[in-house]
């Protein structure tokens, strides 16, 4: 089993940045790859990006392209997520995910429900 915790969220303006923190603990292992996610109140569930554990390789939605960066730190068994030039559309609570598994699609893996372990989110408020 894997436990994620997020932190790093908070209220900024328009045009801010902020960075997010995800620390793995537990079976880290066994992870294969891990992703963020966000979701908006009244909305589902979406995909922000995603990055191999062991290449680094990325994988970002295009509505962040540019402005949002993954990355991770394997010897503290923590994934980051730089957000720029933040929007109001941005606004959600974010949550990280861990993959324990393989899967056909690798790094593009963006489904919820390929990622069996989930962090409690952390709210990201853009103001206008």
């Known amino acids: 089993q894997v436990t994620l915790v997020e932190s790093g969220g908070g209220l900024v303006q328009a045009g801010g940045s902020l960075r997010l923190s995800c620390e793995a603990s537990?079976?880290?292992?066994?992870?294969?790859?891990m992703g963020w996610f966000r979701q908006a109140p009244g909305k589902e569930r979406d995909f922000v990006a995603a990055i191999s554990w062991s290449l680094g390789s990325t994988y970002y939605a295009d509505s962040v392209k540019g402005r949002f960066t993954i990355s991770r730190d394997n010897a503290k068994n923590t994934m980051y997520l730089q957000i720029n030039s933040l929007i109001p559309e941005d606004t959600a609570v974010y949550y990280c995910?861990?993959?324990?598994?393989?899967?056909?699609?690798?790094?593009?893996?963006?489904?919820?429900?390929?990622?069996?372990?989930w962090g409690q989110g952390t709210q990201v408020t853009v103001s206008s």
């Open positions: 537990g079976r880290t292992f066994s992870i294969y790859g």
């Open positions: 995910a861990a993959r324990t598994g393989p899967h056909s699609m690798g790094v593009r893996t963006t489904a919820p429900s390929a990622f069996g372990s």
